[in-house]
């Protein structure tokens, strides 16, 4: 059935432990290297997303992407039967059996692997998978976008492939339940995070989370000098919870749905502060 080449954005490094998958794509080929379909969609990781200065995925673009769990079956079909490929497999591989643990799945995620293949394929080069495109010619595009990684690994495959075809095994997957999920790309995200009318007044708790754009003990200053108290937790008496992104899914915003606690951006605190002195 050929092969399906899987690329994966991830929350850090950790699988087994905190980190999660963000996003996921599968490109099929099939015997020949020739492209045959496509997959792609957002995670929603129930957590912060991680360096998001190295896969430019924002809270707002996975607010309403499917979990991991939603996701799978559709993601299973489109691997069983097929080899497996991705630029550092061990990478991806070691994620995939991580979030396929989590429902009790256990996979065999053997497959090849385009970068330790370079060294057959492309001596003397770099390893990374720019490196090796470079050396074989192929546009990558977009890097650390899932799609666009998993497209050039393919085209990579297909320029080995043209030496002669590759033996690798195909794994059997278990029939997961569940419907194909919406696709949710980058670029789609939820037009805002309504948060009601908020109004503050002097000795109202506020917390604050993430990286403003201004220093934050620029910020608790100012709130302080407002008659405000500032904490480092999130209780059900927090009056409001100052987001660098409302969107966020840090722990601190999880509880502060929880307890309908208000989330605001930076500029809307500003505002709110100003009124305060007004």
Not at 113 to 125: I, K, Q, S, V
Request: glycine content about 10%; overall charge positive; charged content about 20%.
């Amino acid at each position: 059935m050929g092969y399906a080449v899987v690329d994966v954005e991830t929350t850090g490094f950790a699988a087994g432990r905190s980190d999660r998958v963000v996003e996921v794509a599968v490109v099929l080929l099939d015997d020949d290297g020739r492209q045959t379909g496509e997959w792609c969609t957002l995670l929603n990781p129930g957590r912060d997303l991680g360096p998001q200065h190295v896969h430019r995925i924002s809270a707002a673009d996975v607010w309403d992407a499917p979990t991991f769990a939603q996701a799978a079956g559709a993601l299973a079909r489109r691997l069983a039967g097929r080899v497996l490929v991705a630029h550092n497999l061990a990478f991806d591989a070691r994620f995939l059996a991580a979030e396929f643990g989590r429902l009790g799945v256990a996979p065999a995620l053997d497959g090849l692997c385009t970068m330790r293949l370079a060294a057959r394929f492309l001596p003397g080069g770099g390893r990374s998978l720019r490196a090796c495109c470079d050396a074989a010619g192929i546009p990558l595009g977009e890097a650390h976008s899932a799609l666009h990684d998993a497209r050039a690994t393919g085209r990579l495959l297909a320029h080995y492939l043209r030496h002669g075809p590759l033996d690798a095994p195909t794994a059997p997957w278990p029939h997961l339940p569940g419907d194909d999920v919406r696709e949710v790309r980058r670029g789609h995200a939820a037009p805002s995070a309504p948060t009601g009318h908020v109004a503050l007044r002097a000795g109202d708790l506020v917390v604050f989370t993430g990286q403003l754009s201004e220093p934050r003990d620029v910020w608790v200053s100012r709130a302080h000098a407002a008659g405000l108290v500032s904490r480092d937790h999130v209780t059900r008496s927090t009056r409001v919870l100052v987001a660098a992104d409302p969107f966020t899914l840090s722990g601190k915003a999880r509880r502060a749905r929880a307890y309908r606690v208000p989330i605001v951006a930076e500029r809307e605190f500003g505002a709110l502060v100003g009124a305060l002195h007004g």
